[in-house]
């Protein structure tokens, strides 16, 4: 029989139960550890949660609905959720997710877990996701009246709640610095500076809808900020890539002539990459792309350069409304080395939200904003200089109106002269 | 009640926390200043400092969505076996530092003994990226970490070696916003039937003009039916995307017969060697079959089997099928190529192969 309450008040879980097979941890098995917890006040909670799920398995349908829920001094950060079958499953009538940021980097110590476990399961279901698709903690599963002080404890413990809503989101950023050599920036500073500069945003949402950042230490983007972050912070380097030459020679001695020639000459993408007869290697720095192939390939020979700091992309985010966008690139380089420069960042990143907060219309994101006013315009509000950078070629396209053109391409001249330090003759 | 009237604790608006306290020592004694990696095995990165420090990390798969036990479990382990000092990756796989290469196989042993799985790392199959589904969601379509346990167990021996011609990232997602993201192969919620909708409630749970405004094809009018306010789509302009369904739930887009699940390959976030790409269709309407998903595995399989065959080192998913071309790519998974796989949306000529070039 579906949905039938066992004798002793178990529910039963057939369809779940064939997922505590197979070698992949069982998020099922841990479900019910919470079931079974005696003495515990979340155990009936979970007993119906999973007879919930069980219900969703067997008819293909999912029973939540949302609401709202916040704590004191907050507008979001709260995923309310009420059942919609609590009828039959009283236990688990609310459910409610509390989204905390995780340390930049996602770093714990074991003591701090045991802290957060501890919380959750004085005021909470025991069930934690480390982490959602944001970048949060999801402590899953506390009933209303348990949100505050739940909350309340977090927060003594130095952790603060997350974005939902319109609003600026939780960001993320990779291990960077911390651990990889690859890494062009300080992503914690840049994540944290940015984020809690920002926080008021997150806090009490007012925009016309989300607004994400993440943060990549390189060309790899581990966190995959060009996709899914409206403003992708990504490491790169304007000076050469740094060649351990007696490196090559070991790297080619160990795995082959041929292999390094298919593997890394051949897949350069701008073929920037020449093999000397003596096994070293030559690279065409103008022509390279930063995109980090062979300095993943050949992670002992080759690292990137020293004048590192970071691209900008902005406009990323998936299919709702218009489809998929990816991030284009803005800022082609930012040095991020001093104080200053990092700040010079934030001030960037508060530009474009208040460029989002008052241009965007409602349920727009920023990379839909962009498409609708044209990037020329964006470009203009926000005081950057066109690039070639920026785009894949030219425009094809012959409708524009192109009358100051000869004004902007002595501005151009200009500018490409100041950089150089000289002064252009009027 | 006396509580309620006592002064409500001020929040301390703290942000984003500061990661040095949590890290482990060597990692902040040499923030910076990272020299080269190697990865001695399977599971297992190395990571050599400028100052001579040394680093492993042996990272191990979870299942996400974790009990206060498991958690437990993993922190008795990270303190026993490693140095107490832990991070999760954005796959939601588990790292543990250690300063010392002789508590690398103790560590890996131990992990092995509790069922967690030591891999993820180069030319793996890593963890998938996921979202709530029926555990937690208000509008999906399917569960994600039921479709996720199914295929991490089909796929449990390529998270444990490094056997790919690549890395290969999959993503599954609920319903069509894709929270799960992009990846080489992406196992996503794909609507077939517009949504039913109740006349009922429409006027006293949605906003209206909101609803009208979300339509990405403007298949939604108002409309008064049965003498009440409510909302009607044009049923042959409807895409089935779903979009209405959040901000109007009586607009019902999931049922236990049209929602159906979808799955596109080639998409990627790095730009190591080709530009960063979207995911692309290659298959519609298999059964939302809980709970293994059967029809969705095998799919799954049987690409990550030709790219495993075919693919050239270090090429992804999407790279492999830009050489290879899409032709011989539905060829040798022995997967149709329908006039749905063409393109309709903004840009759709640009998808178009606009050359001579043919693959026989």
Not at chain 1, 4 to 18: A, I, S
Not at chain 2, 168 to 181: D, H
Request: charged share 25%; with cysteine.
């Amino acid at each position: 029989m579906k949905d039938e309450v066992t004798k002793n008040g178990v529910n039963p879980t057939p369809m779940l139960d064939q997922l505590e097979d197979g070698p992949w941890p069982s998020f099922v098995t841990g479900l019910k550890r919470l079931r079974d917890s005696e003495g515990k006040e979340y155990a009936p909670i979970m007993n119906d949660l999973l007879g919930q799920l069980n219900h969703s398995y067997e008819n293909r349908k999912g029973f939540w609905k949302g609401g709202t829920l916040s704590v004191f001094g907050y507008g979001g950060g709260i995923i309310p959720r009420f059942s919609e079958v609590a009828e039959q499953f009283p236990a688990s009538k609310e459910f409610h997710t509390l989204r905390v940021m995780p340390p930049a980097g996602n770093h714990y110590t074991t003591d701090i877990l045991r802290k957060m476990c501890d919380v959750w399961e004085r005021h909470g279901s025991g069930l934690i996701a480390f982490h959602g698709q944001s970048g949060d903690i999801m402590f899953q599963g506390c009933t209303s009246d348990k949100a505050q002080v739940a909350f309340d404890e977090l927060n003594e413990m130095g952790f603060d709640l997350g974005g939902a809503g319109p609003a600026l989101r939780t960001a993320m950023s990779c291990v960077g610095h911390a651990r990889c050599e690859q890494s062009c920036f300080d992503g914690v500073k840049a994540h944290r500076g940015i984020i809690n500069r920002l926080l008021d945003e997150m806090h009490r949402p007012a925009m016309p809808y989300k607004f994400k950042f993440k943060f990549s230490g390189c060309g790899n983007d581990c966190v995959n900020a060009i996709h899914r972050a409206d403003f992708a912070v990504i490491g790169t380097w304007r000076d050469d890539i740094k060649i351990n030459q007696e490196k090559v020679k070991e790297h080619i001695a160990e795995k082959g002539r041929k292999y390094t020639i298919d593997t890394v000459v051949s897949m350069c993408p701008t073929r920037a990459i020449s093999l000397h007869d003596d096994d070293t290697m030559e690279i065409d720095n103008a022509s390279c792309v930063r995109c980090m192939h062979c300095i993943n390939v050949m992670t002992k020979a080759l690292s990137p350069g020293d004048d590192r700091g970071a691209s900008v992309m902005i406009g990323g985010k998936r299919s709702l409304k218009v489809g998929d966008l990816m991030g284009t690139m803005i800022k082609p380089f930012i040095k991020l080395e001093t104080d200053e420069d990092f700040e010079a960042l934030e001030d960037f990143a508060e530009e474009c939200m208040e460029f989002f907060a008052d241009n965007a219309l409602e349920h727009e994101r920023i990379g839909e904003c962009i498409d609708r006013i044209g990037v020329p315009a964006f470009l203009e509000a926000m005081n950057i200089e066109a690039d070639p950078n920026m785009v894949n070629h030219p425009r094809t396209s012959s409708y524009v109106r192109t009358d100051d053109f000869q004004e902007e391409s002595a501005k151009y001249f200009e500018r490409k002269a100041a950089e150089a330090g000289l002064v252009v003759d009027q | 009640m006396n509580e309620m009237s006592e002064k409500p604790r001020m929040p301390d608006e703290c942000g984003v926390p500061d990661p040095f306290q949590y890290m482990h020592p060597v990692m902040v004694k040499n923030y910076g200043n990272w020299d080269y990696h190697d990865r001695p095995r399977v599971g297992v990165l190395h990571h050599v400092s400028k100052s001579g420090d040394e680093i492993w990390t042996v990272r191990a798969g979870t299942q996400r969505q974790m009990d206060v036990y498991t958690i437990r479990l993993l922190c008795d382990i990270g303190d026993n076996f490693a140095d107490g000092h832990v991070r999760f990756t954005t796959r939601s796989n588990i790292e543990y530092m250690v300063d010392d290469e002789s508590k690398v196989e103790p560590l890996i042993e131990e992990l092995g003994k509790h069922g967690f799985p030591v891999g993820g790392t180069g030319a793996s199959v890593s963890m998938i990226s996921h979202t709530q589904g029926w555990l937690h969601c208000d509008i999906p379509g399917t569960d994600a970490s039921g479709v996720v346990k199914g295929l991490m167990d089909m796929l449990h021996s390529e998270f444990v070696q490094e056997k790919m011609p690549n890395r290969l990232r999959i993503t599954t997602s609920c319903c069509q916003i894709n929270c799960g993201g992009q990846g080489d192969i992406a196992v996503n919620v794909q609507y077939t039937q517009p949504p039913k909708i109740n006349h009922d409630l429409v006027a006293n749970v949605c906003e209206r003009p909101a609803v009208v405004a979300r339509c990405p094809v403007a298949a939604i009018r108002p409309a008064m039916v049965d003498g009440k306010p409510s909302l009607e789509i044009d049923e042959k302009k409807c895409v089935c995307c779903g979009a209405c369904y959040p901000p109007c739930p009586p607009m019902q887009i999931n049922s236990d017969e049209s929602t159906k699940i979808a799955i596109w390959v080639g998409g990627k976030h790095s730009n190591a060697r080709s530009k960063p790409t979207f995911h692309k269709l290659v298959v519609a309407g298999l059964p939302n079959n809980a709970p293994h998903w059967p029809e969705v595995t095998a799919v799954v399989k049987k690409i990550v089997e030709a790219y495993k065959k075919d693919a050239k080192h270090w090429e992804r998913m999407g790279e492999w099928i830009e050489r290879i071309g899409w032709k011989r790519f539905f060829e040798m998974t022995d997967l149709a190529f329908t006039k749905h796989h063409i393109d309709t949306w903004t840009g759709a000529r640009k998808t178009m192969n606009q050359s001579a070039h043919v693959h026989f």
